[in-house]
């Protein structure tokens, strides 16, 4: 399978907690992206990195949100302190260049209680 | 600079055709299409670019109107497979050069026998 793949699917953690995502694209595309999506709405953009430098991030990203992309492959996504409001599903996306397809990975589903 | 998505959900019959509608107030540099199952990722559709023709693939196109800012996509001879929820992503210029891919609300479409 060479798609974009996420990991974990699912992760349920206590308030407070911080979690780590990680992301694995499509293995020649260096642009990568990290959406959040609630339940109804489209996916919100947060980042996006092209290789290994984080070009922009969304005004929706607290302090307590941080992604890297060590060597220009795969990616993390950390949110320290997590709080109720941050349950979502966490997508990832990659694209070989810009104005291309980007492709969405299977999401992590977050539950924070 | 969310992307207006129309109807906001349409229920059809195998064999109809529907027509979903996307605009926005930026000027656009391109219009992605997304049909995203209940609890899947988003699947790709089609991207239409600024300059280019209308794309369509199957029973399923699309068309960008750059004077308007507006985008449509179009089912025809619905399948029950065409179910599930259709976003527009529009690609803008955020600043030196910068794009981000602003997606609408959703369409839920439901086909029914």
């Known amino acids: 399978d060479t798609g974009v793949s996420q990991d974990p699917r699912h992760k349920i953690t206590k308030r407070g907690q911080n979690v780590t995502f990680r992301c694995d694209p499509i293995?020649?595309?260096?642009?990568l992206y990290w959406y959040r999506q609630t339940l109804g709405q489209g996916p919100e953009f947060l980042t996006y990195?092209?290789?290994?430098?984080?070009?922009?991030k969304s005004r929706l990203l607290s302090d307590r949100f941080s992604a890297e992309r060590p060597k220009g492959s795969f990616s993390t996504l950390e949110i320290q302190r997590t709080e109720q409001g941050d349950s979502a599903m966490y997508l990832c996306?990659?694209?070989?260049?810009?104005?291309?397809?980007?492709?969405f990975g299977p999401g992590t589903r977050l539950l924070v209680l | 600079q969310q992307p207006v998505q129309s109807p906001q959900a349409v229920i059809l019959r195998e064999g109809e055709d529907a027509v979903i509608n996307c605009s926005s107030s930026?000027?656009?540099?391109?219009v992605h299409w997304y049909r995203q199952k209940h609890g899947e990722a988003p699947v790709f559709l089609m991207i239409?670019?600024?300059?280019?023709e209308q794309k369509g693939h199957e029973k399923i196109s699309a068309s960008f109107n750059e004077k308007k800012q507006q985008s449509s996509l179009y089912l025809t001879a619905s399948q029950l497979s065409y179910s599930g929820t259709y976003f527009c992503?529009?690609?803008?210029?955020?600043?030196?050069?910068?794009?981000?891919?602003?997606f609408g609300k959703g369409t839920k479409l439901s086909v029914i026998p």
């Open positions: 293995s020649e595309h260096n642009r």
């Open positions: 930026k000027a656009l540099y391109s």
């Open positions: 239409l670019l600024k300059g280019g």
């Open positions: 992503g529009t690609e803008w210029d955020s600043g030196a050069g910068s794009y981000q891919l602003t």
């Open positions: 996306a990659s694209s070989a260049i810009l104005g291309e397809t980007q492709y």
């Open positions: 990195f092209q290789n290994e430098a984080q070009l922009e």
